[in-house]
Nanobody, 113 residues
Framework: QVHLVESGGGLVQPGGSLRLSCAGS????????MGWSRQAPGGLVASITR???KSYGKSWKARFAISRDPDDTVYLQMNNLEPEDTAVYYC???????????WGQGTQVTVSS
């Protein structure tokens, strides 16, 4: 069983930055891939495997960066934030087969002046 705890959301002005964190615990196989997704519109924001292979959704790669610690904590560095980035961001984890998906409780990111 996998447990995910997210932190780091909040209110930021346009052009600002935030860093989201997601601490994973529990079954190591279930934490092979970790990442972030958001409510529509958007879907996948970014993911990273235990081997540090990264994937980004849509056009976020230019402004967002995902990273991961050996202790299965994943970070999403969000730079030059835009009002369109406002959403609830959910951390997720999957096993190596892409199944056994677990979701965090979500963290709100609001970009507004």
């Amino acid at each position: 069983q996998v447990h995910l705890v997210e932190s780091g959301g909040g209110l930021v002005q346009p052009g600002g930055s935030l860093r989201l964190s997601c601490a994973g615990s529990g079954s190591k196989p279930g934490l092979f891939t970790m990442g972030w997704s958001r409510q529509a519109p958007g879907g996948l924001v970014a993911s990273i495997t235990r081997g540090l292979r990264k994937s980004y959704g849509k056009s976020w790669k230019a402004r967002f960066a995902i990273s991961r610690d050996p202790d299965d904590t994943v970070y999403l560095q969000m730079n030059n934030l835009e009002p369109e980035d406002t959403a609830v961001y959910y951390c997720f984890a999957r096993d190596i087969y892409g199944s056994g998906e677990t979701w965090g409780q979500g963290t709100q990111v609001t970009v507004s002046s």
